[in-house]
């Protein structure tokens, strides 16, 4: 918010009628209250509605708020039902009252109503405005685009089951200690969250996680295993919703998962979210077991180069390297800085988002090195399949971070021969694909983030029944979760 923003929003709410609303109480604005406008100056409201007698929470609102919005400029009546979770003060502002002050004081009106649309506008932005360009490979990934829909409902006497009850139990007990802890962190007068604190949130939110990974196969064998995942899903959303990280992941705004976005929130690790319960959910994320691995796998690759190029650096050709699904080219800066004979290092990232290409060259830019960077912008599925066909020449080295994750076998089998075409005799592919380890639960149930996980044997598998054969070596990050194969033509 600018500074413009706060006094224009300082001034107006002088404006507002203040309202005490009681713990539990709810806040009716369909009808006739829909002409108000909110502002949650103290307490917490939750917002949700109820479908087949399920209660769906879709949001978590704390201090400093405007809510209503949509339905205060659109006089549509809204159905949502907002209930107080602990004691509030709300301010409250009617379409009178804002008449009033467009008539009195035009400059205050002007200005809180460009605050009010730059607000709602980057709400909407943030989750909808990058998906069109890149819906179609999104598709053509084998695990498909995000997934953003109802899960099935539960049945009227669900909850009467030893399995519902089972179920309910445990989550309603999550949620309440996750508000109980939001209350605390809320109450602390630091900026930061207190080590004590951020401790208990690691503790409860792992739990949660512990939880999923131990009784998932047990759910899985349910009969209502879409009920319960449902179920779960609906009721932890607007608490991981508030991580900023988990946000993108499952929303998925450019229509698949493993953005350059995505990636580079992984490397920088800077924890960001709504308020500070979101900045520890993020920062509780971000230290996962499959972000640690991403990080690492920055480290593994930037040795891999360094180890490959070093023979090469005396020769009288230049060294190419290919990357392909290129991302933010983090591990590619890392080299290119350690890096003593760049001069001979010629580069082609290759990548389907052009923002990913940006992100890679402005990421380049930023180290000092003499190196030749070209970026291209390509279908790298279409290229697998030879639907389109390219000059890119023979390289050194052809290395894939991460696209493996999301292709099956027979897009596997037609990348790697694909690479192999592309590669001088005696030349590396080095690719990489997740294992199943501990985070997949919680991927594939709370942030619909799908991956094809493959092990040691699957690679050699594969490998086989390419121009490469099995003979490739197989290593992994420290982590041990994110498997990197070294084949060689």
């Known amino acids: 918010m600018t500074h413009e923003d706060t006094q224009a929003v300082k001034e107006i709410l002088g404006f507002f009628d203040s309202i005490h609303c009681h713990k539990n109480s709810h806040i009716v604005i369909g009808g006739d209250q829909s002409r108000a406008l909110y502002f949650l100056k103290s307490g917490t409201i939750e917002v949700s509605y109820t479908s087949q007698n399920t209660k769906i929470v879709v949001a978590l609102i704390g201090p400093g708020s405007f809510f209503g919005e949509i339905g205060f400029f659109d006089e549509i009546s809204r159905v949502r039902d907002i209930q107080v979770t602990q004691e509030s003060e709300i301010l409250t502002l009617d379409k009178d009252d804002l008449k009033n002050i467009q008539t009195h004081n035009p400059v205050l009106y002007g200005n809180f109503m460009a605050y009010l649309a730059r607000s709602i506008c980057s709400k909407f932005r943030r989750i909808l405005g990058e998906s069109n360009p890149l819906a179609g490979y999104a598709a053509s ?23 519902g009850q089972w179920i309910k139990k445990l989550v309603d007990e999550f949620k309440s200690n996750l508000f109980d802890l939001s209350l605390s962190i809320q109450k602390n007068d630091n900026q930061g969250i207190p080590e004590d604190l951020t401790a208990k ?32 899903f609906k009721e932890a959303f607007p608490y991981f919703m508030r991580s900023r990280y988990l946000e993108r992941s499952y929303f998925k705004p450019k229509g698949y998962a493993g953005d350059c976005n995505m990636i580079e929130m992984i490397y920088d690790n800077a924890p960001d979210g709504d308020g500070k319960i979101g900045r520890l959910i993020d920062q509780w994320s971000l230290d996962s077991v499959s972000c640690k691995a991403v990080r690492g796998r920055r480290k593994l690759l930037t040795g891999y180069m360094k180890t490959l190029c070093a023979p090469k650096k005396d020769g009288p050709e230049p060294i190419h390297i290919m990357s392909l699904a290129c991302g933010p080219s983090r591990e590619l800066c890392d080299f290119l800085s350690q890096c003593d004979y760049s001069d001979k290092i010629e580069v082609l990232c290759v990548d389907i988002d052009p923002e990913a290409l940006e992100m890679s060259a402005k990421n380049t830019r930023t180290v000092n090195h003499n190196a030749n960077i070209r970026f291209m912008n390509e279908n790298l599925i279409k290229w697998a399949f030879g639907k389109v066909d390219q000059e890119f020449g023979t390289m050194d080295i052809i290395y894939s971070a991460g696209l493996l994750d999301y292709l099956d076998d027979k897009l596997f089998t037609a990348f790697v021969t694909r690479c192999y075409k592309h590669l001088k005799p005696g030349g590396h592919l080095i690719v990489g694909n997740f294992k199943s380890g501990p985070d997949r639960i919680f991927m594939d149930h709370i942030l619909d983030w799908k991956l094809i996980y493959r092990e040691e044997s699957d690679f050699k598998r594969l490998f086989g029944r390419t121009p490469f054969g099995k003979d490739i070596t197989i290593t992994a990050e420290k982590q041990g979760v994110n498997l990197f194969s070294l084949a060689t033509r």
């Not at 084998?142 to 539960?154: A, F, H, V």
């Not at 996680?209 to 319960?228: M, R, Y």
């Open 201 to 232: 949130g690691y503790h409860l939110l792992n739990r949660f996680h512990d939880w999923l990974k131990t009784e998932g196969p047990t759910i899985e064998q349910s009969a209502n295993k879409d009920i319960i995942w449902g179920y779960i």
């Open 141 to 163: 990934l084998s695990t498909g685009q995000r997934k953003i829909g109802d899960s099935p409902t539960l049945p009227d006497d669900f909850f009467n089951t030893q399995e």
